[in-house]
């Protein structure tokens, strides 16, 4: 199964399949579109909105062959030295199939069971397959998704623990009154009772009583109902009984608080009247009634449940049960960390903290065939320079004098853990290349008796994953030390940069920003010095010497071919020359302030702070503060091409291509300087991100954008920006290159970066925010005995000008067996890397192409699980690996996002600058971006440090009595229900009513309550996790910002075609069924 195998042509879902009449394709709210194609539940039309959720009749479907799988028994076998932090640590949870040293017996006691029946007994296979002919009807409702169990499940075996999800029957408790269990992904916890509704799910919507009889119901398609511990308030009862359709369980009664029959199932299946006879019916060929035609109370409505689905939430909250409190020692080989979300402490043992690295699995396969027939792309993300937190040790910096750090002779790979010493310490072997290299007399040490050396825990390098060495001469550029780097300020004056009073809020910023430039560890003051530019269609260089009374301008209008009209006074030293700076930032603004002039150039605004940085021969960041189009006559300038009719034909692509290669040129000569580019924009129309971005790009900068920008709203966003970066660490004149073991290779690279070969990534800068995405492909097989290796080695400069590397080592497993692969995977990551692998596909591919690619490389990912690794069963069976229960969800969130799939409201220039922003987003960051995280404010515990538990992203989640908060990493919104208490509107906006609260507060005011404090302290929390500042917007519902709002609620159906949770992981079963047949 290549990647490259035809793509299935069928019309991507979010379209009406041909061939289909009959359902109106609901629109925004639930209208149809004027002129919308009919179509039957064609590809997808998703639910009908406003209509309540339907349960099946119970016994029509299996139960949960799931959740609440047993502890591994004690015959299971932990991989040798795994330190087990709970039996559902990813290293060695048992998905799909039991270890085969020891099937896992499941004892009775966690044993998953239909509330109202017992146990199994242990040696029950457990999927409740249907035993003996069911009746026609019933079969009718094995219809659509058969069944649709997601779970792992495994034949003439006990289950394994750990066993993933199972979408069984909608079954209630009998007691009186008794909650409804909410759906819990996955086992659970050791020390969890298997109770009720877990605390972390406070967000189960309740749903109609199930039916209490057969009587009357339509075939429908099944409905998947909820799964999960049921409360513990039945004793268990003595064996199965046998129900009429041969499933395991009791037909009930009427029960108490519960209303008698049904009303009706929804009707998708097959048309009212008499049963078909009884034979296999595939879901996708059957035809279906007008909507018209059908009894009111038969409205197509959700075919699944979705609480039965894949919780992120609830594999987030597991996680942090599980994994958060103990510290993740990295000792280990191919240990899979904790998830991003969770927070845990990292102790380093030999390995690199996740923080650096993160792969996609930490087990990988030991041939490229293995490789190429589960379809799961071996990748790292790699964050060199990524900030630890206080309690964490930074990398302790090596100095080997004038010899430098010792390395292999023939790949010249570092001193690392997996080196090997033999012949009494004289010698070591790579762990890479295998080849012998003789120990430097002066590093020489003695073996013990298990053949460490000595002074194994003295030295960073021999016990350590990450660690810094300090570079000899021979590591710099012409042999000579580096200079310590220069910040230049460039700043445009065009018409619209002073009138909007931009000007002069970033000069009164830099006044008091230039005391907090970056600085090493002890040092008393930065070592870095600063330079002023301001720029319209002609550039003005200022002479800030420190004997100066006043600074001097010097205007350069020959753009064509740009110099640097002064030397000496140009960059200069913050305290030096503080009083003339200070003179120079007020007097700016006022030389500007009548200025008529509205062009402005662009690229020798880059040229002239290049040269600068070439004259005083060091590395150094320029900041760009731009405002339009560069169209005035000059290198580089741009026309506007902005054209929306491209969207969804096949020159799409050059939207987000450059218009000329002038910026590519410019940012190669930039990267050898080691000249970085951050730009500020601040567009109040389209400005060519593409272009525009491209130096930004290759040289390892940043883009900030602030469209429409206004001094009351944006200022406090882009003043929080502007101190972050440039506060924030940063390595100049990097270069990176990652070795691996034998048997793979880094193939491909992801981030922004410039390569001028094959395998190294060079970088004018690189900050403490900023990964690299490396892919890997076999050349060789590789052996589980052995495993595999990478060792990333940055080779960069200290903001005090100090030559370093740093080295970031990692050891991996490898298997021969899929599962082993499968059970070792990190779908957060795995989402990063398809991420960024899909958004560079688009410079080059139609986007509909890249969205087909991506539905079936992870298609292929789980019908390879599906095929290889699950027990056999029933093909309407969906089965999901444990480790990669999230990919559907996530990955829909991929392709409904603003590059692949734009609504009408998003612009060119966002769609380019979010394909930038996120090729250099870390697996945290990407996380939120796509998931965004929803959070119940009226739910706070206003006297505990803690976040409120996150919900699910619906907007059938959301009561209107309520407050929400929802993050991004962008945005943060704020959205009210029309139903709030008026206390809490006037405790939170210090107004007395919901319709005086104000659209446009950008951030909260400070009152003096209980609710205000706690909803700030969240707030700022969560401001403080992201790199960037995100901007507040208040959303009243029922207010036209909901539209903006509900494009964020990620599991719902988007007005731009993208399919809802449920629509999306049917599916994603019609393609694994395709691929399985």
Wanted: hydrophobic share 35%.
């Amino acid at each position: 199964m290549s990647v490259n195998q035809q793509a299935h042509t069928g019309p991507p879902y979010g379209q009406p399949q041909p061939g289909y009449q009959g359902y109106q394709q609901p629109a925004y709210g639930g209208q149809s579109l004027p002129g919308a194609p009919q179509s039957q539940y064609g590809a997808y039309n998703g639910p009908m909105p406003g209509y309540q959720q339907p349960v099946p009749p119970q016994g029509s479907l299996r139960a949960p062959p799931t959740s609440g799988a047993p502890p591994p028994a004690s015959g299971a076998s932990h991989p040798s030295g795994h330190v087990a932090y709970s039996q559902f640590e990813h290293g060695d949870v048992q998905n799909g199939i039991p270890a085969s040293a020891a099937p896992m017996q499941r004892p009775p006691a966690s044993q998953p069971f239909l509330p109202g029946s017992a146990p199994t007994p242990v040696s029950q296979i457990s999927t409740f397959q249907q035993y003996g002919p069911p009746p026609a009807s019933v079969q009718q409702l094995r219809n659509h998704m058969a069944g649709m169990t997601i779970g792992c499940t495994a034949a003439s075996a006990p289950p394994p623990a750990g066993l993933g999800y199972g979408v069984g029957p909608s079954s209630y408790p009998p007691t009186t009154g008794a909650p409804r269990p909410p759906a819990m992904p996955g086992p659970p916890l050791p020390g969890q009772t298997v109770a009720g509704p877990p605390s972390s799910q406070p967000n189960h919507v309740s749903s109609p009583p199930p039916p209490s009889t057969m009587a009357g119901l339509h075939p429908g398609p099944p409905m998947s109902g909820l799964h999960g511990p049921p409360p513990p308030t039945h004793p268990p009862q003595p064996g199965y009984q046998m129900q009429q359709n041969g499933s395991f369980g009791q037909m009930r009664g009427p029960q108490p608080n519960y209303g008698g029959a049904y009303p009706g199932a929804p009707n998708y299946g097959s048309p009212p009247g008499p049963p078909p006879p009884p034979k296999r019916l595939d879901p996708d060929s059957i035809p279906s009634p007008q909507l018209n035609e059908l009894p009111p109370q038969q409205k197509p409505r959700h075919r699944i449940d979705p609480d039965a689905i894949p919780s992120p939430i609830q594999v987030i909250e597991d996680d942090r049960n599980n994994r958060g409190s103990e510290p993740f020692v990295t000792g280990v080989r191919g240990q899979v960390p904790p998830l991003v979300t969770t927070n845990f402490l990292v102790k380093d043992q030999g390995n690199a903290s996740p923080r650096y690295i993160r792969c996609t699995s930490y087990n990988i396969p030991c041939t490229s065939d293995m490789a190429k027939q589960s379809q799961v792309p071996l990748a790292a993300v790699i964050k060199p320079l990524a900030t630890l937190p206080p309690e964490e040790t930074l990398p302790y910096l090596v100095d080997h004098g004038e010899s430098g750090p010792v390395r292999c002779n023939r790949c010249k790979a570092y001193m690392c853990p997996f080196m090997q010493f033999i012949e009494g310490g004289r010698r070591f072997q790579c762990c890479f290349c295998s080849c012998v290299t003789e120990v430097p007399p002066h590093y020489f040490q003695h073996l013990d008796h298990t053949g460490k050396r000595v002074d194994f825990y003295d030295r960073p390098e021999l016990s350590l994953g990450s660690y810094e060495f300090l570079a000899t001469v021979d590591y710099c550029k012409n042999n000579k030390f580096p200079s310590p780097p220069a910040f230049i300020f460039m700043i445009d004056v065009s018409y619209n940069a002073v009138k909007s009073g931009l000007v002069r809020l970033i000069c009164e910023e830099l006044k008091s920003l230039l005391d907090y430039l970056p600085r090493e560890g002890n040092m008393e003051e930065s070592a870095i010095r600063v330079g002023f530019v301001t720029y319209n269609k002609v550039l003005h260089f200022y002479n800030v010497k420190s004997s100066l009374a006043q600074p001097q301008m010097m205007v350069v209008s020959d753009v064509a071919d740009m110099f640097v009209p002064l030397l000496d006074g140009f960059l200069v030293n913050v305290n030096e020359s503080r009083t003339v700076i200070a003179s120079l930032l007020d007097q700016i603004p006022e030389m500007f302030a009548d200025t008529r002039e509205t062009e402005t150039v662009f690229a020798p605004v880059i040229q002239a702070g290049l040269e600068a940085l070439k004259a005083a021969d060091c590395a150094g960041k320029l900041f760009i503060f731009h405002t339009s189009l560069p169209i005035a006559e000059a290198p580089g300038k741009l026309k506007n091409r902005d054209d929306r009719k491209l969207i969804n034909t096949d020159k799409e692509k050059t939207l987000f291509q450059p218009q000329t290669s002038f910026y590519n040129n410019l940012a190669k000569d930039c990267v050898a300087q080691g000249c970085c580019v951050d730009l500020f924009l601040f567009p109040n129309q389209y400005l060519d991100v593409a272009t525009l971005g491209v130096v930004p790009y290759q040289t390892g900068g940043s883009i900030y954008k602030y469209a429409y920008f206004q001094l009351e709203t944006d200022q406090y966003r882009f003043l929080n920006d502007l101190r972050k970066d440039v506060q924030k660490e940063v390595g100049f004149d990097a270069v990176m290159r990652v070795r691996t073991s034998t048997g793979i290779r880094a193939t491909d690279f992801f981030g922004a970066f410039y390569m001028s070969n094959t395998t190294d990534v060079e970088m004018a800068g690189l900050d403490c925010d900023k990964t690299i995405t490396v892919e890997f492909k076999h050349d060789d097989k590789l052996s589980e005995d052995s495993g595999a290796l990478l060792q990333c080695a940055l080779l960069y400069t200290s903001c005090a000008g100090q030559r370093r590397l740093r080295i970031h080592n990692l050891s991996l497993n490898c298997c021969t067996q899929l599962a082993d692969l499968y059970r070792n995977c990190e779908t957060d990551t795995l989402i990063n890397y398809l991420a960024k692998h899909a958004y560079r596909g688009v410079l080059s591919s139609p986007v509909k192409t890249v969205r087909d690619a991506l539905i079936n490389q992870c298609a292929q990912i789980l019908a390879c699980y599906r095929k290889n690794c699950a027990s056999p069963s029933s093909a309407g069976q969906l089965i999901l690996p444990e480790c990669m229960k999230l990919l559907p969800v996530y990955l829909n969130c991929v392709l409904k996002s603003d590059v692949l799939q734009p609504g009408p409201e998003v612009t060119t220039d966002d769609r380019a600058y979010i394909r930038q922003l996120v090729t250099s987003m870390d697996v945290a960051e990407t996380n939120v971006f796509f998931y965004p995280r929803l959070l119940p404010l009226t739910k706070a515990d206003v006297d505990s440090d803690s976040l409120p538990a996150a919900i699910r992203n619906s907007e059938e989640r959301l009561s209107k009595g309520d407050i929400y908060l929802l993050e991004d990493g962008l945005n943060i919104f704020v959205w009210v229900g029309v139903n709030v208490q008026q206390s809490l509107i006037q405790n939170l906006f210090g107004v007395s009513s919901f319709s005086q609260i104000s659209n446009a507060l950008s951030t909260l005011p400070v009152l003096e309550n209980p609710f205000s404090k706690k909803v700030r302290s969240v707030v700022d929390m969560l401001q403080g996790q992201r790199s960037r500042y995100m901007k507040l917007i208040i959303v009243k519902q029922e207010d036209k910002l909901e539209m903006l709002f509900k494009h964020f609620l990620v599991e719902d159906k988007s007005l731009s075609g993208g399919a809802s949770y449920v629509d999306f992981l049917c599916h994603m079963h019609k393609e694994i069924r395709q691929l399985l047949s």
